[in-house]
T-cell receptor, first 110, second 117 residues
Framework: QKEVEQDPGPLSVPEGAIVSLNCTYS??????FMWYRQYSRKGPELLMY????GNKEDGRFTAQVDKSSKYISLFIRDSQPSDSATYLC??????????FGTGTSLTVIP | GAVVSQHPSWVICKSGTSVKIECRSL??????MFWYRQFPKQSLMLMAT?????????EQGVEKDKFLINHASLTLSTLTVTSAHPEDSSFYIC?????????????FGPGTRLTVT
């Protein structure tokens, strides 16, 4: 079983839609949770991070962590064509080693 | 802030030659840098963790004699792929954690695409 599972998609939505991206994990020791955005042929860009459980909001982006279910989500409101990218979740127990999901490819159609 | 650069961004080399990739943190000091490999439509695979002034820690299955990592300063780490073969062709990405930052902070470089012919 992989440490982190993420649906690769692809996911295609119309502009303005709410997007929900999810990851599940198996290691209950994970306590650092991150979301990265990666454009084609570029390095990942840190979007949001959370420590332990709870929600965090930053503009159009909301990250949720449910440690009891070992499930994390990233919501994108009012999605824009510029949001089209691959979104990677990542998590860590100690902050020293990070485990990445395979990424979900998102296309926002104008 | 928190910019990481990689050089070169794209390199083609012949089988059997060695290639060096540089990773620099431009506006912060990084005690720890990470090297990843990414295949098309796959996630990042951690190859090794390098700490300034000490030997790198390699992940299981990564040949340390083939992928030489040097972290000589707080702003520079290098990855040398020795005796490259076509199966080493991949996208190599480095990341750096600021010395004064939180544990989650990891800033990625733009990646280096290596093609071995």
């Amino acid at each position: 079983q992989k440490e982190v599972e993420q649906d690769p998609g692809p996911l295609s939505v119309p502009e303005g839609a709410i997007v929900s991206l999810n990851c599940t994990y198996s290691n209950s020791a994970f306590q650092y949770f991150m979301w990265y955005r990666q454009y084609s042929r570029k390095g990942p860009e840190l979007l949001m991070y959370t420590y332990s459980s709870g929600n965090k909001e930053d503009g159009r982006f909301t990250a949720q962590v449910d440690k009891s279910s070992k499930y994390i989500s990233l919501f994108i409101r009012d999605s824009q064509p510029s949001d089209s990218a691959t979104y990677l979740c990542a998590m860590s127990a100690t902050g020293n080693q990070f485990y990445f999901g395979t990424g979900t490819s998102l296309t926002v159609i104008p | 802030g928190a910019v990481v650069s990689q050089h070169p961004s794209w390199v083609i080399c012949k089988s059997g030659t060695s290639v060096k990739i540089e990773c620099r943190s431009l506006d912060f000091q990084a005690t720890t840098m990470f090297w990843y490999r990414q295949f098309p439509k796959q996630s990042l695979m951690l190859m090794a963790t390098s700490n300034e002034g000490s030997k790198a820690t390699y992940e299981q299955g990564v040949e340390k004699d083939k992928f030489l990592i040097n972290h000589a300063s707080l702003t520079l780490s290098t990855l040398t792929v020795t005796s490259a073969h076509p199966e080493d062709s991949s996208f190599y990405i480095c990341s750096a954690s600021p010395t004064s930052g939180s544990r989650y902070e990891q800033y990625f470089g733009p990646g280096t695409r290596l093609t071995v012919t």
